[in-house]
């Protein structure tokens, strides 16, 4: 008995321990983003595009890499969302959790995840130079939607998986084929889909390595889709790259307006969740 209560006080220090050390990186994390970019952040910063001298510390600010973040990562969730939906629906409404390809389809998911981001780049590189396109807007949403496709669909798998067989099999009897079934998980999971969402979005606004070669850069906003486009990312890098202390202490302004940005989107997707979930009928 007193072996069973010295298990469990270890592993509940262990617990603390842990919960203690990630919200201690994340506080830190805040910290150093707040003490080096909160005085650099201005309103011209996020209200303007970069001018003339603005790598050396000059004026202007980072309008175009936060408009070609929001674009890139609007254009890419919902590509991903396109691709992850109908795979998802197929694989727990028409096949069996026995099936190969399922299994096979669920394998390639857990591959993918564990791909690197440069990888995703590289290869979206070399088809773009196959079909002799260059750095674009479409192009990084493209390859940003491949990045975060597996993510996405592997989390709303999982939230379909966990459907009861009793709701799908009383859905059926009532004389509704498997389409017409689909709209009914798809009401039950939606907030899995606002989850799974939310992991993507804040891989995709993230990501630095697949838009370098695929989305490019540019100083200005991004009129077409066959425009480059500036990323908060490669901002960042850019900037952290200067020997100016000014625009180094801009680049975790950068920083800050990317963690406000992730932080804004999941609260409105946690809200969101909450609410369905609590009108949801069940």
């Given at each position: ?6 298990e469990?006080?270890?592993f ?13 990186v ?7 983003l ?12 996020i209200?303007?595009?970069?001018g003339g001298g ?11 890499a936060i408009?070609g973040?929001l674009?890139?990562?609007a254009?890419a ?5 396109a691709?992850?939906?109908?795979v ?5 409404l028409y096949?069996d ?11 390639s998911f ?6 690197p ?18 750095a674009?807007l479409?192009g990084?949403?493209i390859v940003v939607?491949?990045?975060?496709f597996?993510i996405?669909?592997r989390?709303?798998d ?11 099999e009383?859905?059926?009897s009532?004389g509704a084929?498997k389409f ?7 009401r ?12 993507s979005?804040?891989r995709?606004?993230?990501d630095a390595?697949?838009?370098l ?8 906003i991004?009129?077409?889709?066959g425009q ?7 901002a ?14 801009r680049?975790y302004a ?6 406000i ?7 409105l997707?946690r809200?969101f ?8 009928v069940?």
């Amino acid at each position: 008995m007193r072996l069973k209560l010295l298990e469990q006080k270890i592993f509940r220090i262990l617990m603390i321990g842990a919960s203690c050390l990630v919200l201690g990186v994340l506080l830190m994390i805040v910290y150093a983003l707040l003490r080096r970019g909160l005085p650099a952040l201005s309103w011209e910063m996020i209200t303007t595009v970069p001018g003339g001298g603005f790598y050396l510390g000059k004026e202007g600010g980072l309008l175009n890499a936060i408009v070609g973040s929001l674009m890139i990562m609007a254009g890419a969730t919902i590509l991903s969302l396109a691709l992850s939906v109908p795979v998802v629906m197929f694989l727990n409404l028409y096949l069996d959790k026995t099936s190969r390809l399922a299994y096979l389809v669920r394998l390639s998911f857990d591959v993918l995840l564990g791909v690197p981001s440069i990888v995703y780049g590289a290869f979206g590189f070399m088809v773009m130079v196959f079909l002799g396109l260059r750095a674009s807007l479409t192009g990084g949403m493209i390859v940003v939607s491949l990045l975060i496709f597996p993510i996405m669909a592997r989390a709303m798998d999982e939230v379909a998986a966990m459907f009861p067989k009793e709701m799908k099999e009383a859905t059926l009897s009532l004389g509704a084929t498997k389409f017409e079934m689909v709209r009914v998980v798809l009401r039950q999971i939606a907030p899995g889909i606002a989850t799974a969402c939310l992991l993507s979005v804040g891989r995709a606004i993230g990501d630095a390595a697949a838009v370098l070669f695929t989305a490019g850069y540019t100083d200005s906003i991004p009129t077409s889709p066959g425009q480059p486009a500036a990323t908060l990312p490669l901002a960042i890098f850019f900037q952290l790259s200067s020997p100016v202390p000014q625009v180094q202490d801009r680049a975790y302004a950068a920083a800050l307006i990317l963690t406000i940005i992730v932080l804004v989107l999941s609260v409105l997707s946690r809200w969101f969740a909450h609410k369905y979930q609590k009108n949801k009928v069940s």
